[in-house]
């Protein structure tokens, strides 16, 4: 994972509710066996509808998406995180995102911002009058802000706020103290069960 | 004395391996099942960095997501379902994972497999690449989906960071009225909580209903937390659990059996344990539902019609209902028992377990599908196949025109040879009828298994209750 610290440039305002992964990309395209590739099949089935805010050019490539209530719902597919990668996406602005869908951004460095329900429509609704706004999420300071002097302050525990600023790989700091996992496991209760064949 | 604590709780504190101020807790993880969609890339990534599998032994891998269910035949007619489930087999051998192939009477769902080989036991933490993985719940266990990197640490480590769960309660009093199912109490509860009315908990599923389901009933109940919106859901352990465990294949003997169960005894949420949010439900709300939305929140009973939007006072449920209806092809006012349906799934996590298969056929016995229904019944694994078979089921099914596949999660997802055509709608004993989810522009209804078998026989919905 790269190092993040902010995320600059104009933003998709999808306006709906309980967006579920199985919508941001559906399972037929899960039978890849890489992490890349994803991006030209995201949201796929309402690319149908030429109304649909990704259908305008005006938001392609753009680096943030604004997103309803419960975003990421359904499926623990990372896909879905790999997919919004893939089309230049680097964070998700949501006053909710469901449990699994953002431990999984954590991992792959896509920035979940929860802010304010107000605040989300406050931009969603600029994004739609002017599809170039632009948008900055700093990590370091926590802040979403725009060029007209609006910010507001959001929310991220210090643990993975740490790890995405220096791109660092958990599975060897939990390695680093792996005497604690050699310890534990001498403690087991020897009725638990195995899997052997 | 020591603060009150839920049963959740006390298991995470069990499976601490290390609590650091400021970072998430590291738990240990009794058991991981991995399947072909969400573990290929995980087994890349430790092969890439050098690692190994730390406890194969706590591994358990079976191809399920993608595998045809009428025609094994390799190689699959689609060469990246091949590519999936061949990876697998290379992977596993690889890293010594133990794998139920396809050949393996006891290959199936893996929400299916656990349980019904013992490896499910209470007071565990279970996890899987598979928001289903709360299934395990069931038995008292913490269970929880992850993603795929989560999967890799949980491989290279056997533990996983995770930030404590806020606690919920959903007591469900009273007795389940004749004609529902544990199908029937989830879509309830979820019709009550919203789709995502349990982020950030794990749900204690209390209550006389509870208490009085089978252990299949429960694994139906918690393996829909998830569609809440909860990651996990937990059913303390009882006599029931312990007789459906006793003799399986991977449970103790001798000493270690009752040691097991004298601790599982133990497992109960303490008197005066605080939860962050309750839920209660009477039983006699409960009716047979039909979700007619594409969200499993977006349900009503059988006796009732397709709801208005512009009665909706909230604008998201209002415009998440009015896209609804025009992607379901559905008038508001429609009486759900006049729906008409084109197919008919029974099998999935949900519901395709021999109990589940018992109560389709006692309501497909004697009858015919109606002409304008495909219906098909897939078994959640070669074990629940080859029990149902012994029962005659199989027979009871075929007789009344219900294809009988092999195990699956078939057409639950979309990502094998079972999907619905644009527009085909079903009656679907699945836990989810999002956009596209059995194929794209496939409209789906969630149903309980009688419902389902039900809705085959008249080619529309139908109150089973009316029916038997």
């Known amino acids: 994972m790269d190092p993040i610290k902010t995320v600059t440039g104009n933003a998709i305002p999808l306006d709906r509710a309980n967006v579920d992964t199985d919508a941001i990309?559906?399972?037929?395209?899960?039978?890849?066996?890489?992490?890349?590739?994803?991006?030209?099949?995201?949201?796929?089935a309402w690319r149908d509808d030429p109304t649909f805010i990704l259908n305008n050019d005006a938001y392609s490539g753009a680096p943030i998406l604004l997103a309803g209530d419960n975003f990421g719902c359904g499926s623990s597919r990372e896909h879905a995180v790999w997919a919004l990668q893939g089309m230049g996406v680097g964070a998700v602005i949501s006053n909710n995102f469901a449990d699994i869908f953002r431990n999984n951004s954590a991992k792959m460095g896509l920035l979940t911002v929860i802010l304010a329900r107000e605040d989300v429509e406050h931009l969603m609704a600029r994004a739609e009058e002017l599809p170039?706004?632009?948008?900055?999420?700093?990590?370091?300071?926590?802040?979403?802000?725009?060029?007209?002097?609006?910010?507001?302050?959001f929310e991220i525990e210090p643990f993975v706020k740490d790890n995405l600023l220096k791109g660092r790989d958990d599975i060897s700091l939990t390695l680093a103290n792996e005497g604690d996992i050699d310890t534990f496991e001498t403690t087991r209760p020897t009725f638990l069960p195995e899997t052997k064949a | 004395m020591a603060e009150p604590r839920t049963l959740a709780q006390k298991i995470w504190d069990n499976h601490l391996v290390r609590r650091v101020g400021g970072q998430p807790d590291l738990l240990y993880i009794d058991l991981h099942l991995v399947h072909e969609v969400t573990s290929p890339q995980a087994l890349e990534g430790l092969r890439d960095s050098g690692r190994k599998v730390r406890r194969p032994d706590?591994?358990?891998?079976?191809?399920?997501?993608?595998?045809?269910?009428?025609?094994?035949?390799?190689?699959?007619?689609?060469?990246?379902?091949?590519?999936?489930?061949?990876?697998?087999?290379?992977?596993?051998a690889d890293f010594e994972i133990p794998l139920y192939d396809t050949t393996d009477e006891r290959q199936g769902i893996v929400h299916v497999i656990g349980p019904e080989q013992g490896v499910t036991q209470p007071g565990m933490v279970i996890v899987c690449g598979d928001s289903h993985t709360s299934t395990h719940g069931a038995f008292g266990a913490i269970a929880f989906g992850i993603g795929t990197s989560e999967v890799e640490h949980v491989l290279a480590t056997q533990t996983l960071p995770q930030r404590p769960l806020k606690q919920m309660s959903v007591e469900v009093n009273g007795e389940l009225p004749p004609g529902c199912t544990a199908k029937d109490v989830v879509l309830t509860i979820i019709n009550r909580m919203g789709v995502g009315g349990g982020?950030?908990?794990?749900?204690?599923?209390?209550?006389?209903?509870?208490?009085?389901?089978?252990?299949?009933g429960r694994m139906t109940l918690c393996n829909m937390t998830i569609e809440g919106g909860a990651r996990a859901?937990?059913?303390?352990?009882?006599?029931?659990?312990?007789?459906?465990?006793?003799?399986?294949?991977?449970?103790?003997?001798?000493?270690?059996?009752?040691?097991?169960?004298?601790?599982?005894?133990?497992?109960?949420?303490?008197?005066?344990?605080?939860?962050?949010?309750?839920?209660?439900?009477?039983?006699?709300?409960?009716?047979p539902y039909v979700t007619w939305g594409t969200n499993p929140a977006q349900s009503v009973p059988i006796t009732e019609s397709v709801p208005d939007p512009d009665e909706m006072s909230d604008p998201?449920?209002?415009?998440?209902?009015?896209?609804?209806?025009?992607?379901?092809?559905?008038?508001?006012?429609?009486?759900?028992?006049?729906?008409?349906?084109?197919?008919?799934?029974?099998?999935?996590?949900?519901?395709?377990?021999?109990?589940?298969?018992?109560?389709?056929?006692?309501?497909?016995?004697?009858?015919?599908?109606?002409?304008?229904?495909?219906?098909?019944?897939?078994p959640g694994s070669g074990l629940v196949k080859k029990q149902a078979e012994e029962e005659g089921l199989d027979a009871i099914f075929m007789e009344a025109g219900f294809e009988w596949r092999d195990a699956g999660c078939s057409m639950c997802l979309g990502m094998n040879p079972d999907t619905l055509a644009p527009k085909e709608r079903c009656a679907s004993t699945s836990n989810r009828n999002f956009e596209g989810r059995q194929g794209p522009g496939g409209r789906t209804h969630l149903v309980s298994p009688p419902m389902a078998a039900a809705a085959a026989i008249a080619g529309h919905f139908v109150d089973v209750r009316e029916v038997n």
């Open chain 2, 316 to 378: 998201a449920a209002r415009e998440g209902a009015n896209r609804a209806l025009e992607y379901q092809g559905l008038e508001a006012g429609t009486a759900i028992q006049d729906i008409k349906i084109d197919r008919v799934f029974i099998g999935s996590c949900t519901n395709s377990r021999i109990e589940d298969l018992r109560l389709a056929a006692s309501v497909a016995k004697g009858k015919k599908v109606a002409d304008t229904v495909r219906a098909m019944v897939v």
């Open chain 2, 199 to 216: 982020v950030g908990h794990v749900v204690e599923y209390r209550g006389d209903v509870i208490r009085a389901l089978s252990m299949e």
């Open chain 1, 25 to 44: 990309i559906p399972a037929k395209y899960l039978k890849r066996i890489e992490r890349t590739g994803y991006g030209p099949f995201a949201f796929e």
């Open chain 2, 233 to 287: 859901g937990l059913v303390a352990p009882d006599q029931t659990t312990i007789d459906y465990l006793q003799g399986r294949p991977q449970v103790a003997t001798g000493d270690d059996w009752d040691a097991a169960v004298a601790v599982w005894r133990e497992l109960v949420t303490d008197d005066g344990a605080k939860f962050d949010a309750e839920l209660v439900i009477d039983g006699s709300e409960i009716a």
């Open chain 2, 58 to 92: 706590l591994t358990l891998a079976t191809p399920d997501h993608n595998v045809p269910t009428d025609d094994r035949t390799e190689p699959y007619a689609d060469p990246l379902s091949q590519q999936q489930v061949s990876a697998l087999r290379k992977n596993t």
């Open chain 1, 132 to 153: 170039g706004a632009q948008i900055t999420v700093d990590l370091e300071t926590q802040t979403v802000s725009t060029p007209d002097g609006w910010s507001r302050r």
